[in-house]
Each structure stands twice: as structure tokens, then as C-alpha cells.
């Protein structure tokens, strides 16, 4: 089980970019959440197998249609929140 934490800059606010990442998490069959932060940056948690966390970060570097992802932080998840499903947070 991998737990990973990503926050992903650039023009990621505002273009659908949640909405995709919470489908392509739920299609790959991870747990998690996306949601803006407040500085313009994404934070995505995704949690599952080593395989979907991959396909997902190689996912993350281009993003939804619209979006520009300029640079992902990449860290291990230590929060100690259970996640069931992917879901998109406010």
C-alpha cells in the first residue's frame, strides 16, 4: 500500500482539474482526495497500490484539458485520515 501526497502548480484552479483527478482516482481504484488550496495549488492524496499511484502521478504531470501543471511536489502521505473512494473536497 503506498500513500502519497502530491501538490501540483500552475494553472490548476478554476479548469476542471479536480473533477478529472478525482475520476482518474476512482478509475485506478485508489482512495484519496483532491482540493484546492488557497495559494493556487492543488493538494492530491492518493493511497492504493503502487501501480495506480504511478499511473496517477504520471497522470498528474499534465492534468485535465485545460490545466498547466508547471511543477508537482511529490511527499509521503502521513496523515493519519482514512479515505474511502476519491473524492473531490471543498
Do not use: H
Request: cysteine-free; proline content about 1%.
Amino acid at each position: 500500500m503506498e500513500k502519497r501526497q502530491f501538490t501540483v502548480y500552475g494553472r490548476v484552479q478554476g479548469v476542471g482539474f479536480r473533477f478529472y483527478t478525482a475520476q482518474q482516482g476512482t478509475k485506478l481504484m485508489l482512495n484519496g482526495s483532491v482540493k484546492n488550496l488557497s495559494d493556487g495549488s492543488v493538494l492530491v492524496i492518493a493511497i492504493g497500490n503502487s501501480e495506480a499511484v504511478n499511473q496517477l502521478r504520471q497522470w498528474l504531470k499534465t492534468g485535465s484539458p485545460a490545466a498547466k501543471v508547471e511543477r508537482i511536489i511529490e511527499q509521503e502521505y502521513i496523515g493519519g485520515r482514512e479515505f474511502t473512494g476519491f473524492k473531490i473536497e471543498r
